[in-house]
């Protein structure tokens, strides 16, 4: 078949098709549970949605995507009806397609780069990875790639610390490329934000159980309850015979307002809260001992992917929601997605509002928050619109609590316990481009660690890219050392 | 899982557990915690280190049954296994050779102040310690703090064993006797900790208190343990527990302390009010 006739015999299957909408749970059904929202693709609507993609040649849309999925390859597989060999392709680059599909910003990643997107709608790229790795943990069980040794012996020791996005994706890298690897997570359930952070309904929690009991099936060995820094640091790794260390800690300590009133009663960090619902799923108390209490009127503070989060589950918990946001509805961070379900979900959005203030009752629990209104100036260094406060526009919205959700930066524990270890800006740990090696000989990192807090995928990427640097090390470091040897032979 | 190699009733309604930790036992300092979680359904609570054998690869950790996990904790024996179990947390307590220091202790603040007056007695410090406790039912590791205090004294609330009244009446006893004092440590519920701050700093003693406000995770992550310190919030859990006791805003530490009574919960505020604290915020 020549090209031509692949181009045209998937331009016509395109033409006056729509994207195939994600199926989800009704709003007024979903404000009441806690399962997932969007419920995933039939296999016909898959092959139907990936039948629309045009199999262009120059692949715009994998430039997109920082861990580099051969997109249109698993497309075509499951346009075709392939569904374990589209899975297969995904997970060559891709640790947790599972999650990804679910979590990525797709929007301003592949799908944005989608020539149906100029005229049209693009591919849904997202819902179609979610598909294939759906379809993959439900009809195969032995599916992922098999353990990969060197005659049966590993090539080294690599300990990863955390098991976020970062640090499951190097994690699962380094035992493909044949070391052994054992995984440090401070908390008792792995998975970093996608455990503690990203709730049930977006991000299941037994599909985050499930890659990491693949990953264990796989030879890695995971170890809870040790805080690295702490329990133990990175020089009683290197003692324990880890030959490198790699960082992925992620940007686990929040920011805080520095506003009047931020210490009162029933003033939460989006960490915490978010942390007691899905890590400690105090949504069940009593069933579980973890408490949680939250007003009836709730006031979300930041319009990125956590607020949205943690709106849409002070929702769940029956309160009356509102997210205040300090810049314009086009400027969201947020994936899209995220902002339209929790507006269908009956969250109330404040733009262009920033809080000066939270006022207390006379037990010292909140009762209102004061903002001011914010307009829009240039854009700043960092390419983000400026906002500055319009003077007289002072007001008070009342609130029985308040969720503090913007951003996150790195925890310091491990800089502050490991001498050597550099850090720059806000407290993130410097790394060499390329190699991403920290100032500390042996000793790597990548995601939120070294960038502040980012997106899952970009914390994968890095995770990804460190694993290859770090091959790289040891095999030059082992292969000088065996020269070394032989030399003094 | 973390093994419960021993359980002692040290006083009314106070355990004391040996647990099987290595790696939390090799690093242990003064000053420092672990958070646990006994159970799939239990909740993380911090509770301090009061003691560790760094060959036998234990801790002890010393617990008042008032809360909704620790009396959950309290019906647990040797040979049951606690399933979470992370630490050491928290910055080790900054312990010098300055001079003379007192220890003060409330309650259950007593299994903290143990392994720091060790470790003064240990520097060369003249450690002088003092402990409060509602009745002579309360008291425990008194031999203990003997073998290593020039002198303990002892105020109990009912006048029951020591003195009766508070123990912050010993500690002014102790200035207007002319004792001179270069350090003052508190340890114990929110009120006695900020009395003691409030006496010192008249004095001008320097004063550090451990804080146990409540928590989460422990490592830096939720910020529930956010404290006011001077003009700054700090992470109890990463940067303290132990503060500048002149520095601390104890009037909102009480109010946080006291975040999850209104919401129906039995008594988890009482687990995070200070180690001192005996649920009587509940009477």
């Given at each position: 078949m020549s090209q031509v006739d692949i181009f045209s015999k998937h331009a016509a299957g395109s033409k006056g098709t729509e994207r195939a909408p994600m199926p989800t749970q009704p709003p007024e059904e979903r404000v009441k549970n806690f399962r997932e929202v969007s419920l995933g693709y039939s296999p016909e609507t898959a092959r139907r949605e990936a039948s629309r993609c045009l199999q262009c040649r120059h692949r715009p849309c994998t430039k997109g995507c920082p861990v580099g999925i051969d997109i249109p390859g698993f497309v075509r597989l499951v346009a075709e009806g392939d569904f374990?060999?589209?899975a297969a392709v995904i997970r060559q680059d891709n640790t947790l397609p599972a999650v990804c599909g679910r979590v990525c910003p797709q929007e301003v990643q592949c799908e944005s780069l989608c020539v149906l997107g100029r005229k049209g709608?693009?591919?849904?790229?997202?819902?179609?990875?979610?598909?294939?790795?759906?379809?993959?943990?439900?009809?195969?069980?032995d599916a992922a790639s098999k353990p990969v040794s060197v005659n049966g012996k590993k090539k080294g020791k690599v300990a990863v610390v955390g098991s976020g996005p970062?640090?499951?994706?190097a994690a699962a890298e380094l035992n493909r490329l044949g070391y052994g690897v054992t995984i440090f997570e401070a908390l008792h359930t792995p998975g970093g934000v996608l455990a503690y952070g990203i709730p049930e309904f977006r991000l299941p929690k037994d599909i985050l159980a499930?890659?990491?009991?693949?990953?264990?099936?796989?030879?890695?060995?995971?170890?809870?309850?040790?805080?690295?820094?702490?329990?133990?640091?990175?020089?009683d790794l290197f003692a324990q015979g880890f030959q490198a260390v790699f960082l992925g800690t992620g940007a686990g300590l929040p920011n805080l307002l520095g506003i009047p009133g931020e210490d009162l009663n029933g003033v939460y960090t989006a960490n915490e809260f978010l942390t007691r619902v899905n890590l400690m799923?105090?949504?069940?108390?009593?069933?579980?001992?973890?408490?949680?209490?939250?007003?009836?009127?709730v006031v979300?503070?930041?319009?990125?992917?956590?607020?949205?989060?943690?709106a849409r589950t002070a929702v769940r918990l029956g309160s009356e929601v509102m997210v205040v946001y300090r810049r314009s509805r086009e400027n969201l961070p947020a994936r899209r997605e995220e902002v339209l379900h929790a507006e269908e979900e009956g969250v109330e959005f404040r733009f262009l509002a920033s809080p000066i203030a939270i006022r207390g009752d006379e037990q010292g629990w909140v009762e209102a928050i004061q903002c001011v209104n914010m307009e829009l100036g240039e854009p700043t260094e960092n390419g983000r619109q400026g906002v500055k406060p319009i003077a007289g526009s002072e007001h008070w919205l009342p609130a029985d609590s308040v969720i503090v959700a913007i951003g996150q930066g790195p925890n310091p524990i491990i800089s502050r316990t490991t001498p050597g270890l550099e850090t720059g800006l806000h407290g993130v740990l410097k790394v060499a481009p390329e190699t991403f090696m920290t100032t500390r000989e042996g000793v790597f990192a990548a995601g939120d660690i070294i960038t502040g807090g980012a997106t899952v995928i970009k914390a994968m990427g890095g995770g990804k890219k460190a694993a290859q640097a770090i091959d790289r090390y040891l095999r030059h470091k082992n292969s000088r050392l065996i020269g070394q040897s032989i030399g003094e032979v | 899982m973390f093994k419960i190699l021993e359980k002692e009733a040290v006083a009314h309604n106070v355990w004391k557990y040996v647990i099987a930790a290595s790696d939390v036992a090799k690093k242990a300092q003064p000053g420092q915690f672990v958070v646990l979680r006994l159970h799939e359904q239990g909740e993380r609570i911090p509770i301090?280190?009061?003691?560790?054998?760094?060959?036998?690869?234990?801790?002890?950790?010393?617990?008042?049954?008032?809360?909704?996990?620790?009396?959950?904790?309290?019906?647990?024996?040797?040979?049951?296994?606690i399933l979470d179990l992370l630490g050491p947390l928290g910055k080790p307590a900054v312990i010098e050779q300055v001079g003379t220091v007192a220890c003060i202790a409330g309650g259950v603040g007593t299994a903290i102040i143990y392994p720091e007056a060790r470790r003064h007695q240990e520097v060369g410090n003249r450690v002088l310690t003092l402990i409060g406790a509602r009745s002579r039912d309360h008291l425990f590791y008194q031999e203990e703090l003997a073998a290593i205090s020039e002198r303990v004294l002892v105020a109990t609330d009912d006048g029951s064993y020591g003195y009766k009244g508070f123990v912050t009446d010993l500690l002014r006893q102790l200035i207007d006797d002319g004792i001179h004092l270069d350090q003052v440590i508190a340890v114990g519920p929110i009120p006695m900790m900020q009395a003691v701050a409030e006496l010192t700093k008249r004095h001008d003693i320097k004063t550090i208190v451990s804080l146990n406000p409540i928590m989460v995770d422990g490592t830096g992550m939720c910020g529930a343990c956010r404290v006011r310190v001077g003009d700054e919030v700090k992470f109890c859990c990463i940067d303290g527990p132990e503060f500048d006791a002149h520095q601390v805003d104890f009037s909102s530490l009480l109010r946080r302390s006291q975040l999850y009574e209104r919401s129906g919960t039995s008594c988890n505020s009482t687990e995070n009010m200070g180690e001192g604290c005996d649920g009587q915020c509940h009477k």
């Open positions: 374990a060999g589209a709608q693009p591919v849904a790229i997202g819902n179609l990875e979610r598909f294939a790795a759906d379809w993959e943990r439900e009809n195969r069980e970062a640090g499951l994706t499930h890659e990491f009991k693949e990953l264990e099936r796989q030879g890695v060995e995971l170890r809870t309850n040790v805080l690295i820094g702490s329990t133990l640091t990175v020089d799923k105090a949504y069940l108390y009593p069933q579980v001992d973890t408490p949680l209490y939250l007003g009836k009127r979300v503070i930041g319009g990125g992917n956590t607020a949205m989060d943690a | 301090s280190i009061s003691d560790w054998d760094r060959d036998a690869g234990t801790i002890t950790l010393i617990v008042q049954a008032v809360g909704h996990t620790t009396q959950q904790l309290a019906e647990m024996n040797a040979g049951d296994h």
